[in-house]
């Protein structure tokens, strides 16, 4: 079973920055894209950031401008940078990935901007 996990969360002041990674269990070349969603208290949850296979990324228009999908492939990690960060960023950020046989999860991460 793929196992994804997250670090990176935490408090930080608008206008700050915040490194999330999503380590997983094998080799992220199995997946057809990863990524992140987020989901803040009473919303739903939504795309944040993609990065296919072939190293293409898509943004939500909240993030574009401001968030950098990328990974490293040595170490099957994904990562997102997120910059300029703003109080409407706070939420439980997961990752995903995504292959053929369906999509796995990770447990989470919090990200609070608060001042």
């Known amino acids: 079973q793929v196992q994804l996990v997250e670090s990176g969360g935490g408090l930080v002041q608008p206008g700050g920055s915040l490194r999330l990674s999503c380590a997983a269990s094998?080799?992220?070349?199995?997946?057809?894209?990863m990524g992140w969603y987020r989901q803040a208290p009473g919303k739903r949850r939504e795309l944040v950031a993609g990065?296919?296979?072939?190293?293409?990324?898509n943004y939500a228009d909240s993030a574009k401008g401001r968030f950098v999908a990328s990974r490293d492939d040595a170490k099957n990690t994904v990562y997102l940078q997120m910059n300029s960060l703003k109080f409407e960023d706070t939420a439980v950020y997961y990752c995903?990935?995504?292959?053929?046989?369906?999509?796995?999860w990770g447990r989470g991460t919090q990200v609070t901007v608060s001042s």
């Open positions: 995903y990935g995504r292959q053929v046989t369906g999509t796995s």
């Open positions: 990065i296919l296979s072939s190293g293409a990324t």
């Open positions: 094998e080799s992220i070349f199995n997946f057809n894209a």
